[in-house]
């Protein structure tokens, strides 16, 4: 276990719809960063932030968008979803910014019929 | 912007051979490197990591990696292979200076066969 919470773990649903998925970092990791893993293009980076504030940002699409709260949960949302949008949603946290370790959820398979 | 290149897409070997899965980094400046491992049906976990010193790196299970500058290369090895192996490991890099997400590699699936 690695100490980041990911939910929902499965979802389907169809094109055109809006999802949101959720990660709550591990105890006293600030930075919580989003991937995106399918079979043709591997894990790719989408966004990461940093106690609330963005830090970098990566291959995200505008349909996507993600926010961190106070509590230092954060939420990415996805809309008018695409079949290509189908994918494992990887959030990882860290709390050694400067060395990137990460340590990962279980992700959101996420599929769009 | 780095990028990483695992070269083997999927690996099928026999209990008890060696393994060595190929990595190799693009960017010019002092990097971080890891090895992840992604068990069937599981998140992803560090194998080990290098930040400086010693190029040869030991993680868990008995893997190591180790770090040629000169090659850009960060090669993963383990002498002997075992069943529980299986799985699909990811090379990755980011830049030591400033705050630079972790670029993976696209992975290579072990299989390792009784």
């Given at each position: 276990?690695?100490?980041?919470?990911?939910?929902?773990?499965?979802?389907?649903?169809?094109?055109?719809?809006?999802?949101?998925?959720?990660?709550?970092?591990?105890?006293?990791?600030?930075?919580?960063?989003?991937?995106?893993?399918?079979?043709?293009?591997?894990?790719?980076?989408?966004?990461?932030?940093?106690?609330?504030?963005?830090?970098?940002?990566?291959?995200?699409?505008?349909?996507?968008?993600?926010?961190?709260?106070?509590?230092?949960?954060?939420?990415?949302?996805?809309?008018?979803?695409?079949?290509?949008?189908?994918?494992?949603?990887?959030?990882?946290?860290?709390?050694?910014?400067?060395?990137?370790?990460?340590?990962?959820?279980?992700?959101?398979?996420?599929?769009?019929? | 912007?780095?990028?990483?290149?695992?070269?083997?897409?999927?690996?099928?070997?026999?209990?008890?051979?060696?393994?060595?899965?190929?990595?190799?980094?693009?960017?010019?400046?002092?990097?971080?490197?890891?090895?992840?491992?992604?068990?069937?049906?599981?998140?992803?976990?560090?194998?080990?990591?290098y930040f400086s010193g010693d190029p040869l790196v030991k993680g868990i299970k008995g893997f190591e990696a180790e770090f040629i500058k000169s090659k850009f290369s960060f090669n993963l090895r383990k002498p002997s292979v075992q069943w529980s192996d299986t799985a699909e490991y990811f090379c990755a890099v980011n830049a030591r200076s400033g705050n630079?997400?972790?670029?993976?590699?696209?992975?290579?699936?072990?299989?390792?066969?009784?």
């Amino acid at each position: 276990d690695s100490g980041v919470t990911q939910t929902p773990k499965h979802l389907i649903t169809a094109t055109g719809q809006r999802v949101t998925l959720r990660c709550s970092p591990r105890s006293g990791d600030l930075s919580v960063y989003w991937y995106q893993q399918s079979l043709d293009q591997g894990l790719q980076f989408l966004i990461q932030y940093y106690n609330g504030e963005e830090r970098a940002k990566g291959n995200i699409l505008e349909r996507f968008s993600a926010q961190q709260f106070p509590d230092l949960h954060s939420e990415l949302n996805l809309s008018s979803l695409e079949l290509g949008d189908s994918a494992l949603y990887f959030c990882a946290s860290s709390s050694r910014v400067e060395t990137g370790e990460l340590f990962f959820g279980e992700g959101s398979r996420l599929t769009v019929l | 912007a780095q990028s990483v290149s695992q070269h083997n897409h999927h690996v099928i070997l026999s209990e008890a051979a060696s393994l060595e899965l190929g990595c190799n980094y693009s960017y010019g400046g002092t990097v971080n490197l890891f090895w992840y491992v992604q068990y069937p049906g599981q998140h992803l976990q560090l194998l080990l990591k290098y930040f400086s010193g010693d190029p040869l790196v030991k993680g868990i299970k008995g893997f190591e990696a180790e770090f040629i500058k000169s090659k850009f290369s960060f090669n993963l090895r383990k002498p002997s292979v075992q069943w529980s192996d299986t799985a699909e490991y990811f090379c990755a890099v980011n830049a030591r200076s400033g705050n630079t997400p972790l670029v993976f590699g696209k992975g290579t699936r072990l299989s390792v066969i009784a």
